[in-house]
């Protein structure tokens, strides 16, 4: 009669045993998916990111909107979209800022900031210390590193790098500059359309269109080369909360995904840090989440 009570006994072990560990393996993956490290490693790594940024328009102007099908149709549906996703303040100015660096560091309006007057981190900065490449790529930009505060419809206060010691402003280049081979891309790139063509002083079918014409090609080319288009807005039109679009489209995005997470301009920062295997976070991304729910 012992011989079977032992081996009971033994099979009543192995099973508390095995439990044992499979809490504690839950218990690990429940760490992996909410601590700040291994949610950077749960994140693709694609090879580059283009970020655009448009103007001024609340969620419901754009997405559903029939004045823009290339957005809707073409990376909304083949792409992921964070339906609750918010600029942080008003006006413009500041939220770049606090896209590019985690702070407004200070700035609270549209004016001309001094150029190289800060020294804060930010995207561009983590980037370049990390050995990894940056570009800022603006339309209307009268030459590359050109410091002038406006131009046509060229406006200074849509990019934030020109406030930092720490990027150089040759970094800044012009829209005509954006390369047509693809794996010629920096790491991480932001593009910034002129004053009409980001919806601020044209319609939301201009800046449709635009990005339709100038990043369409790479899109398609995102989805199968290990790349990720962005497109984010810096604030609404100050009536809808402060609710803006945010699309991701690439090859590592679920197709006609969603997620209604409350995410901000931290947020995607945290995000983008993490897309491009940075180990440091620059300002408030450092204990913002990345996005999570959209990747494949």
């Not at 008003?90 to 900031?113: A, I, K, W």
């Not at 020294?119 to 590359?144: C, D, F, R, V």
């Not at 197709?255 to 295997?277: I, M, Q």
């Amino acid at each position: 009669m012992s011989a079977p009570k032992v081996r009971r006994s033994r099979r009543l072990s192995l099973t508390a045993l095995a439990g044992a560990a499979g809490l504690a393996a839950a218990s690990l993956g429940l760490w992996a998916a909410t601590g700040s490290t291994a949610q950077a490693a749960a994140l693709p790594a694609p090879d580059h990111v283009v970020v655009v940024v448009m103007e001024n328009h609340a969620y419901s102007q754009v997405v559903g909107a029939s004045g823009a099908p290339y957005l809707n149709n073409t990376l909304k549906a083949g792409g992921a979209t964070l339906t609750q996703s918010f600029g942080l303040t008003h006006p413009s100015e500041p939220n770049y800022y606090m896209l590019f660096s985690g702070s407004n560091q200070g700035r609270t309006d549209d004016g001309c900031v001094k150029v190289g007057s800060l020294s804060a981190a930010n995207l561009a900065s983590e980037l370049i210390k990390a050995g990894k490449t940056w570009a800022s790529y603006n339309e209307s930009l009268p030459s590359q590193g050109s410091t002038t505060c406006s131009s046509g419809d060229y406006a200074q206060k849509h990019n934030p790098w020109f406030g930092f010691s720490n990027v150089p402003t040759s970094t800044a280049k012009t829209m005509t500059q954006f390369p047509t081979d693809y794996t010629t891309l920096p790491k991480v790139s932001f593009v910034v359309p002129n004053l009409c063509s980001d919806m601020h002083d044209c319609s939301v079918s201009t800046g449709d269109t635009w990005i339709k014409n100038k990043l369409g090609a790479y899109a398609s080319w995102a989805k199968t080369h290990n790349s990720m288009l962005v497109v984010t807005f810096d604030e609404d039109n100050k009536l809808s909360g402060n609710r803006i679009p945010t699309l991701f489209y690439g090859q590592h995005v679920t197709p006609g995904s969603s997620v209604a997470t409350t995410y901000n301009h931290y947020n995607v920062l945290r995000t983008l840090e993490d897309l491009a295997g940075l180990t440091t976070h620059a300002g408030n991304a450092a204990s913002a989440s990345a996005v999570s729910g959209i990747w494949n």
